[in-house]
């Protein structure tokens, strides 16, 4: 079983649609929690950092940490087709020891116009 | 501010051979990480320098390698190249060990004949 598990889609949405991505993982150590967007032959960019449980909101995007059930979800509001990218979800427990992230598979999401 | 660098952005090179990796952290940032990510996979942790000591290392075999210099700059280093190491090499950096969120440059791309 992986650490971390995510759906690779891809996901087809029109444009204006509410976008839901989804994580869910094994380890109870995990704290920090990260989204990363990906756009075809760049590197991860950063898009929402959380610290433990709760929502956190930055303009179009909000996430959402639940360490009861081990799941983490990204929204995406009023959706763009510059949103369309692969979106990653990255974590962290391990204190610091060191900095390595636990990412997802990722999922292609396509906006389209 | 400039981001993380990464060069070069495309190398091809036959197996056997090998390879050297350049990044250079956001400045002031002292920690810098490499992942692989081959193909529609997330990113896989390599390794992690901080102060010019490795603070963890990934599942990788002993061909790779890498360092840290003074500036804080990276380099990844890879023996004896199999087709399996065509991949895209990420470098992330952060302010200190332990730190999140970690940026990313956008990698070398990495083919292997």
């Known amino acids: 079983q992986k650490e971390v598990e995510q759906d690779p889609g891809p996901l087809s949405v029109p444009e204006g649609a509410i976008v839901s991505l989804n994580c869910t993982y094994s380890?109870?150590?995990?704290?920090?929690f990260m989204w990363y967007r990906q756009y075809s032959r760049k590197g991860p960019e950063l898009l929402m950092y959380?610290?433990?449980?709760g929502n956190k909101e930055d303009g179009r995007f909000t996430a959402q940490v639940d360490k009861s059930s081990k799941y983490i979800s990204l929204f995406i509001r009023d959706s763009q087709p510059s949103d369309s990218a692969t979106y990653l979800c990255a974590m962290n427990g391990y204190g610091g020891a060191t900095n390595k992230l636990i990412f997802g598979t990722g999922t292609l999401l396509a906006v389209q116009p | 501010d400039a981001g993380v660098t990464q060069s070069p952005t495309h190398l091809i090179k036959t197996r056997g051979q090998h390879v050297t990796l350049r990044c250079s952290p956001i400045s002031g940032h002292k920690s810098v990480s490499w992942y692989q990510q081959v193909l529609g996979q997330g990113p896989q942790f390599i390794f992690q320098y901080y102060e010019k000591e490795e603070r963890g290392r990934g599942n990788f075999p002993d061909r790779f390698s890498a360092r840290q210099f003074p500036n804080y700059s990276s380099e990844l280093n890879v023996n004896a190249l199999l087709l399996g190491d065509s991949a895209l090499y990420l470098c992330?950096?952060?302010?200190?060990?332990?730190?999140?969120?970690?940026?990313f440059g956008d990698g070398t791309r990495l083919s292997i004949l």
């Open positions: 380890n109870s150590a995990f704290q920090y």
């Open positions: 992330a950096s952060s302010l200190e060990s332990g730190e999140q969120p970690q940026h």
């Open positions: 959380t610290y433990s449980s």
